[in-house]
């Protein structure tokens, strides 16, 4: 060992001296008698003793020594951190194996290599006000900072402490490295989803909020639309039937004032009235068919879409054509309800406002889903555009009231149309068999 | 007086104004008599067979068991009972159903009571009454069913006008090979548009397959082989 070698040339050395004093006569000798010199080689076999053991004390000590700065050493380059030493200008005098992966320096660093040099132009004033810290308060940090590196900012926590040598006054930087890329790309992520989360969050927030607005619109056009049928059904009753009764109570009042001479029956003159009651019936049957097809509840959609049909053919001349494919009736009850009142409404669209020529209907069933389309050869409209303007025609409410009918019963409902070009409608909805209602009717 | 010689009528209406209207009707003529009312399906049958009746004047639009399922199991009960219909109802499907059951007459409410009057004289003596209205319904009927039956002559004309133009447009193209796509870019209209048009023209043709549809396009001439 090198340590013990050189120890052991100084001592050689002092020896060496020690008997060239004496040779010399230099030293000035006192008289001594027998016993005295017998007295002083014992005190001198004694002293050497000590020496020696003195000797072998120091030298277990250095060795113990030399182990531990071993360890150290070790400990020191092996670390899970980077340590780096810096001189009082900056300049890397040492690195450990993490700090040089870190810094990208070599082992021994090269002259000259600085710290500033690692850091990312970013970050730059951070390191500086760092290092004046570092100067004058003796420690600093931690901080974090940004890392030149070719694959991408590498994220670190910076560390220091300032030792100064008491004989010198040299001063040196102590630095302690950690990277926290990883942890800093994780907490970019968790930022990320969230500002994500709150956009979604945001953007869920403002649809519902259209939703609602929409569905509040929806339900004050229904009330809407259900006072204006009642106003409807009222009128019918009231212009239709009830001029008609008055009528007949008119004829009543006649009546009551003839006198009918013996053996004459008041057959003629109660005529007019019971002709005017079979018109009155005949009236009430059109609006009550208008409200509900008993057809529909007792035969099924097939034949009510006939009737439908043929009563539209007959009371406005316009050809409808009906065709069905594979229906597996009965459907249940409901889904019936709104295939019938989707071809009602798309009947009296067409007649208020198609000038149509001929209506071609079909409803077919295939993959588990009735389809139905209407077809007219009319007069087309700009759908987006009525469906914005809802007009006191109702009659963008009559189409978004059969959207929300083909909705409520799973379905997708489709209008294809533009101005001159016939109108499409299409519904598709999911059909479920019911065989227990097979069995029920005959 | 023996039961033998009056006609026994059993009146069956939800509404007690037209159960009062009949009898009053019927009070004039000596030949017959109400002997009971019903106010709904299940108690005209119950009364059916209790009261034995030789005739049920019967309303179609009645609370449990409406009048054509009441109909059928008068006719069950027994077939010799006569049944005569009198109601508003007038559809087709209610006439051709209740004809099919084997009622022997049908008057609608809002003709005239002589009307009623003439089918309770018709059926008394045995046979069958059915007013004008109600003629005209089961004329219409017959007339539809001879069309359909000339209708598989000239099949393959029919189903072609079952067609609309946009249809016959579609029709043409697919028979011709043109994709859906392309179709839906020559006729500005959307592709699922043309998937449907499609659909609903292999449906009308009753053809399985685009094969199907290009054989009936030759046939008729619509396009070049």
């Known amino acids: 060992m090198k340590g013990r070698s050189s120890s052991d040339k100084m001592f ?5 001296k020690a008997e060239q004093l004496l040779a010399q006569g230099d030293v000035d000798t006192p008289a001594v008698d027998g016993a005295d010199i017998v007295r002083l080689v014992h005190e001198l076999e004694v002293h050497q003793v000590e020496l020696e053991m003195q000797n072998e004390e120091l030298r277990r000590a250095k060795a113990e020594a030399d182990t531990l700065r071993e360890e150290f050493s070790d400990l020191y380059e092996c670390a899970p951190l980077g340590y780096v030493t810096l001189s009082e200008q900056g300049r890397i005098e040492k690195a450990n194996q993490v700090a040089r992966g870190l810094l990208k320096v070599t082992k021994p660093p090269a002259v000259g290599s600085s710290l500033s040099q690692c850091v990312s132009a970013d970050d730059i004033f951070v390191y500086h006000a760092f290092m004046k810290q570092l100067t004058v308060q003796r420690t600093a940090g931690p901080v974090e900072m940004r890392l030149n590196s070719q694959a991408g900012p590498v994220y670190v926590l910076l560390e220091g402490a300032t030792k100064i040598d008491p004989e010198t006054g040299r001063k040196d930087f102590r630095l302690a490295l950690v990277n926290i890329s990883r942890l800093k790309t994780t907490e970019q992520a968790l930022v990320e989803a969230r500002n994500h989360l709150e956009k979604r969050v945001a953007e869920r927030t403002h649809e519902l909020g259209q939703e609602v607005e ?5 339900s004050e056009r229904l009330v809407d639309l259900l ?16 001029q008609i009764l008055a009528g007949v109570n008119l004829q009543m009042e006649i009546l009551k004032g003839i006198k009918i001479p013996e053996g004459r029956s008041v057959g003629e ?11 009155a019936m005949k009236r009430l049957r059109t609006i009550s068919y208008g409200l509900r097809s008993e057809v529909l509840s007792r035969f099924g959609l097939v034949p009510a879409l006939k009737t439908l049909a043929e009563r539209f053919e007959k009371q406005h001349h316009i050809p409808v054509r009906l065709t069905t494919k594979a229906i597996p009736e009965p459907l249940a009850e409901d889904l019936s309800l709104t295939i019938y009142r989707i071809v009602q409404e798309s009947l009296n669209n067409i007649l208020r406002h198609a000038r149509a020529q001929t209506v071609f209907i079909h409803l077919g069933v295939r993959d588990r889903s009735l389809f139905l389309t209407i ?11 009525v469906l914005r303007a809802f007009g006191p025609t109702g009659c963008a409410l009559g189409l978004i009231i059969m959207r929300e009918r083909a909705a409520m019963a799973g379905g997708e409902f489709y209008v294809e149309t533009s101005p001159g070009r016939g109108t499409h409608i299409r519904l598709q909805i999911p059909v479920k068999l019911q065989p227990q209602e097979i069995g029920n009717r005959r | 007086m023996t039961r033998a010689e009056k006609f026994r009528v059993l009146i069956a209406d939800d509404h007690a104004v037209v159960v009062e209207g009949v009898q009053n009707l019927l009070s004039a003529d000596k030949d017959m008599e109400v002997v009971g009312s019903a106010k709904d399906g299940v108690e005209t049958l119950a009364k059916v067979k209790s009261l034995q009746p030789d005739m049920v004047i019967l309303d179609i639009s009645m609370p449990n068991l409406d009048g054509l399922e009441t109909a059928c199991e008068i006719r069950k009960i027994d077939p010799k009972i006569q049944v005569l219909i009198y109601s508003m109802t007038a559809t087709r499907e209610h006439v051709t159903a209740l004809f099919k059951t084997g009622v022997s007459g049908y008057v609608l409410k809002e003709e005239p009571l002589s009307e009623l009057h003439r089918a309770l004289q018709t059926l008394k003596d045995g046979a069958t009454f059915f007013s004008r209205s109600v003629q005209e319904v089961l004329r219409d009927h017959i007339r539809e069913l001879e069309l359909d039956k000339t209708k598989d002559a000239r099949e393959v004309a029919d189903e072609i006008a079952r067609l609309s133009a946009r249809e016959k447009e579609v029709f043409v193209l697919l028979a011709d090979g043109v994709p859906v796509k392309t179709i839906a870019d020559r006729l500005f209209i959307s592709p699922k548009t043309v998937e449907s048009h499609k659909y609903n023209i292999l449906e009308k043709l009753n053809v399985p397959n685009l094969a199907g549809l290009t054989k009936i396009a030759i046939k008729k001439g619509l396009i070049n082989t």
């Open chain 1, 227 to 242: 006072e204006s049928e009642r106003r409807g059904i009222s009128m019918d009753l009231h212009e239709d039937i009830g």
């Open chain 1, 12 to 16: 050689q050395a002092l020896r060496q």
């Open chain 1, 269 to 279: 003159a109660v005529n007019p009235s019971q002709e005017m009651l079979g018109e």
């Open chain 1, 375 to 385: 077809e007219d050869d009319g007069i087309g409209f700009n759908y987006d555009q």
């Open chain 1, 214 to 218: 929409r569905r509040r619109f929806l």
